[in-house]
């Protein structure tokens, strides 16, 4: 049978169009050509030493069964006194926290749960790309409310207007990727108001919580308002401990929700990693400096960064959370921004994503994504070769 044919008949009408995603694209052309990846959020910064001893320690004590689906129960308390602690959100330990593989895991395991083909849900653009794809592939229709850089400010007269008539739910990612935005207590206060008025799921991913600058505070939107009772809470450790490739997260929701997430999470993945899960768990106990040397750490790699982008002729869009910096590139000339960012790959030698990753239309043509999680010395060099690539293409 002709290769066209297979495609017709057996690949799921769901997942046409759908391709892997520029993110990872540029990982792989990053690796043809022997670049600086600030293209893929991988993070290789150092794990804690006490993370990956403690996952360590339970591969040697041979702990590799399955746990429940939910999780161990170590880490389910500590994550509980974790969220009491940072979060304001008391959660029951049996029932209402889901151990799951990393937080797109839990994203993934969320809408399975929680709605039903034909669904709206409704994303902040730009978005982040697999929370959109998961959402085909489980049969929603994605829906959109444009943020305009640079504040990506969000009004309850725009967020109404998004609105259809089978809109059930909401994404909120904050600190958000790729633009870096925190939403204000003002901002969730509108989101909580509305979603109360249109009885709608509030999904939110906070998986660069502790990622922060300037002072910002982040506010997990299940403490706002009324919203906890319709709303799902993921966060991961991925970024936290840099440990992208351990995949560990976990979703909170009232005890009904939580319940329904991890029936889906049993039946997809059965669970994560069991010595891994030790590992995370370990990392809890961490001290409050940990946190707050990362975000400081991250700050300066910021700084750093825009810097060097806005010396090479670009606009950064200065985060105010995560690790990516939204970058404009029309004064570069390229036509797209597929083409600017193999440019710069090819001929500078650093991967970037383009900012046509993250939007639907013609804005994200102007745009490329940084992540700055690189070791500084890495960081240097790559700072270095995107100044000479804009000098040697007369860009600057």
């Known amino acids: 049978m002709p290769v066209s044919d297979l495609m017709s008949t057996f690949v799921a009408k769901r997942l046409l169009g759908l391709g892997q995603s520029d993110i990872r694209r540029m990982s792989r052309e990053c690796d043809r050509v022997g670049a600086i990846n600030l293209g893929q959020g991988i993070c290789d910064l150092p794990t804690p030493q006490v993370v990956a001893a403690a ?42 926290i ?166 889906v999470n049993d039946l997809y993945y059965i669970c994560a990693a069991n010595p891994l899960q030790h590992g995370v768990t370990a990392g809890f106990e961490l001290p409050a400096s940990y946190f707050v040397a990362l975000a400081s750490d991250y700050q300066r790699k910021r700084d750093q960064l825009c810097s060097a982008l806005t010396t090479a002729g670009m606009a950064p869009v200065v985060p105010q959370g995560a690790y990516y910096v939204l970058a404009d590139i029309s004064g570069w000339g390229f036509a797209t921004a597929r083409e600017a960012a193999m440019a710069l790959l090819e001929h500078g030698k650093v991967a970037s994503v383009p900012g046509s990753a993250f939007y639907r239309g013609a804005t994200g043509e102007g745009l490329l994504r940084f992540c700055f999680a690189k070791d500084n010395d890495v960081l240097d060099v790559a700072c270095e070769r995107i100044l000479r690539f804009a000098r040697n293409g007369s860009i600057i």
Request: glycine letters at 6%; proline letters at 6%; hydrophobic letters at 40%.
């Open 55 to 96: 996952a360590k320690a339970a591969i040697d004590a041979n702990k590799c069964i399955y746990t429940y689906p939910e999780g161990d129960l170590a880490l389910r308390q500590a994550i509980a006194a974790k969220l009491e602690r940072d979060n304001c959100i008391k959660a029951q330990v049996d029932g209402e």
């Open 98 to 263: 889901v151990v799951t593989l990393g937080a797109t895991g839990a994203f993934a395991a969320t809408v399975n749960a929680l709605l039903d083909p034909g669904d709206g849900i409704l994303l902040m653009e730009p978005y982040y790309g697999y929370h959109l794809n998961c959402s085909v592939v489980a049969g929603l229709e994605p829906q959109y409310l444009t943020l305009t850089p640079p504040n990506f400010s969000l009004d309850a007269k725009a967020l109404r207007a998004a609105l259809r008539p089978n809109t059930r739910a909401i994404v909120v990612c904050t600190p958000a990727n790729p633009s870096g935005k925190m939403f204000s207590r003002v901002e969730l206060d509108t989101i909580a108001r509305v979603a109360n008025e249109h009885d709608l799921l509030v999904i939110t991913d906070e998986i660069y919580e502790y990622i922060r600058y300037d002072g910002k505070r982040h506010i997990s939107p299940a403490t706002v308002g009324d919203l906890w009772p319709r709303s799902v809470t993921i966060m991961g450790l991925s970024k936290t401990f840099s440990i992208t490739g351990w995949r560990v997260g976990y979703a909170v929701a009232p005890e009904p929700l939580a319940r329904a997430i991890t029936l």
